[in-house]
């Protein structure tokens, strides 16, 4: 069973420029820690199969009793194949022992029993130049050595000389270690807490430490080095030291004076002495920081304009909300980009939206895709402004939308999106059907009022024909009996002149039974003249015939007057009678035979009305407003307040029976009303049935010429 190929010692591969530095360190501190040759093979069996568990792996060693080589540690070996393994050193014809004798790694790609038959590497363990102190046993395609079993085999195997009993093991552990850390390519220290360097591989050296013969400036660059690593490490030691910290250091490259990041992960560390370090692996990522600072500036930039770009959004947010009417903004390809709050009443889903809403929704939405078409279909046309049937979604109702889309063009005239505003149309066609309406109701109104104009006019026509009409018969019936008054009073005073005259005995003695019926004659006559006088003044007051004759005048004169003329009926009423005159009643310009003739009327009323008491005339003047007033009142039967109006019209009684008490014509009142308003006054009652009355008539000191 020979071997395939002695794997020459120049061609053992140089470790890769990017070995697993981190899990080496790992296995370098586990061997450091470990006294044991066994604990220490297991390890590093254990280490290389890490990655393919499936591996045969072996690690042999000389038994110090025995002086047989056996298994310290395997993987994927049973116990009996384990124990197959042992040989003793002197069998020159084991392959195992060949290879110890070459000091050399061999590839069998037919192993030596009892290890599976798949190909193996045999690697010996030791210092160079020095007898082998073990034998790695691994699987393998062919004499090639894998970086990591090479790595072992040049730095691992010397620490596992150290420890069995061959030649050389006084090698100290401090140069190992600096051989094993020498070649990562990473700056390696082990400080104390502080941060002062007890051991430092080569590349940690180029940053730290300056040779005696280095230049000033990187003097100076090695020791501000130190003291920010230092500062660094002492912050790690302030905090918890119990787990790893990786933090960001920034340091200068003593060589070529340029500007370096290290991020350094520092591990705590028991040394044999109880002494507490840290084993600090710093990585060079000056590169990944500024890659880091251009990202993070590029990410801030793009915050920026992200803010911006939001902050825009809002606004154009706001803009589109302030429009009461619905708007869009479309993409070129006609998609909604934005809407405000009205437009998305119509046209956007919401999650509560029902079946019916949704299919609404789905039309309106389709209803705008066929409107923007006619936009883009259109290449040169900029606008497009029609009419669109739109639904409301919540309730249904039809709304009769105008739309206007405008194409949006970029810098380079290119589309860049469509803005569509929509206008409800409801109002408007509301108003135009209002107007509508209004328009055939004026006509037709028109043609209402037309005819009714001419009916009007008719009618007028009617009228005035009829007021002329009315105006003659009134100035005929005025003139009538005026003529009949005249014509009945003149043969009235002859009869009352004879029966005068008879009365007197003109014509001899009368019998008494021939006196009793001439008096009658003679009342009857009188009372005849009366009404036919009344009759006459009022026809002579309406056709105007009653002309005012003003004059100053006194009151005082006036009333003494009329109780001289109302003096035989005062006597013979039993009732007591009194004028009285108010302060100040000045003199006054008016028709004196009017005011007369008024308290003449009134007082004879009052007389002819009271059965008891007293009846009182009297003059006040009002200055306030320049009146006079002449008040009669008795202590009478007085007028239920029904009657109170109807007096003052003509031919009214309060008894109009055929048997009434009183006598008159029913004229006195209307005449004194007719003549107070000449005067430019009025008369006024005031009367309590059974208590009796008081008519006031009230004219103005100074009358003016109607
Ligand atoms: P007549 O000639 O009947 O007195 P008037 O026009 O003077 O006509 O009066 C109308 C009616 O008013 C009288 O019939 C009477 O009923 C009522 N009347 C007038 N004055 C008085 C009065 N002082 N007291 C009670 N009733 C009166």
Redesign the pocket.
Known sequence: MEPDAVVPPTALPTPTPEPDVEARLALAEHLLACDEPRLCAQHVVAWLTRERPSDVAACLARDSGTERWVCLAARNLSEAQRDALAFQPGETSHPLAETLTQGAPRFFSAPPAPLPAVGCIAVPLGRPGAPAAGLLLLSADGPTLTPDAAWVSAHVGPRLAAMLPTEGREVAGGELLRRIIDTVADPVLLTDLEGRPHIANARAEVLLVAGPDASEGRRRATELNRQVFSSALASFASGDTSTVRRREVPLVDPVEGIDLLFEVVSTPVLEPDGRESLVSVMRNVTDLGRATQALGESYRRLRDTEREARSERHRLDRVLDSVPDPLILSDPAGGMVMMNSPAEKLFATHPDSGEAALRRLRSNNAGFSSFLANLLDAEGRPRWRGQLGLVDPATGATLPMEAVANKVLGDSGELTGIVTLFHDRSEALEKARLLERVKEGSVHLEARVQAATAELAEQNEMLRRQAIQVEQASAAKSQFLANMSHEFRTPLNAILGYTNMLLQGVSGELNPAQKRNLTRIDSNGRHLLEVIN?ILDITRIEAGRMPLNLSDFGIPELLQEVMAEMDPIIARSKLTVSAHLGPRVPAVYSDRQKVKQIVL??L???L???HEGSVQVQAEYVAATSTLTIS?T?T????DPA?QEK??EDF?????SPT?A???????????RRLATMLGGRVTLQ?TQGE??T?TLHFPRRARRA
């Open positions: 009344e009327n009134l004879s009323n009052a002819k009305f009271t009669v008795d009478g039967i007085g007028i009657n007096i003052f009214q009684q309060v008894d109009s009434r009183y006598g008159g014509t029913g004229l006195g009142l209307s005449i004194c009367s009796g009355s008519f």
